[in-house]
């Protein structure tokens, strides 16, 4: 269970190549957070996150992607090669975490926070899938969660709406 009284700022994750980042490095943009995995049938929406973010990274948002092999294994790569298996097939450009679990009793202090903020399906706070996306406004509130079937695409205009905000 996360803190209360912690805010989206106040974590801490490792990058794909092992740097401490400070999540408040983040602060005043509008960001997607997504659990993320190379042989998933969602694998494909790396494609429109990409196009998200190259549309709007000018404009204050960003993408957290945060590797998971807690869905039937479907990220069984080390971090070196998920980095490769990210910009070869779809030139990811945007952040590329270690990998986590999102669920369980090793899940990272991010996603407990993510998961009490905004449940799921029938007020679940697991996550349910690869490609649960979490959308956090300029202020760290995170405004809503989004299920794997939900195309990035589908996102925009809520982001939009988001990086509109004063």
């Given at each position: ?56 990274k000018d ?21 070196k ?86």
């Amino acid at each position: 269970m996360s803190d209360k009284t912690q805010t989206f700022y106040d974590f801490n994750a490792t990058s794909i190549i092992g740097e401490n980042i400070s999540i408040s490095k983040y602060k005043g943009k509008v960001v997607l957070i997504v659990n993320v995995a190379s042989k998933c049938g969602f694998t494909p929406q790396y494609e429109g996150l990409q196009k998200l973010y190259e549309d709007h990274k000018d404009n204050n948002f960003t993408i957290l992607a945060f590797p998971c092999n807690q869905f039937k294994e479907q990220e069984p790569a080390d971090h070196k090669e998920i980095q490769n298996f990210c910009k070869t097939n779809y030139n990811i450009s945007f952040p590329l975490f270690e990998k986590i679990d999102v669920n369980g009793e090793n899940t990272h202090p991010l996603y407990e926070f993510l998961k009490s903020e905004v449940t799921g399906l029938m007020w679940s706070e697991s996550i349910k899938w690869n490609f649960t996306k979490f959308l956090v406004n300029k202020n760290g509130k995170v405004i809503e969660r989004y299920g794997s079937t939900t195309k990035p695409k589908d996102i925009e205009e809520d982001i939009l709406k988001l990086l509109k905000e004063k």
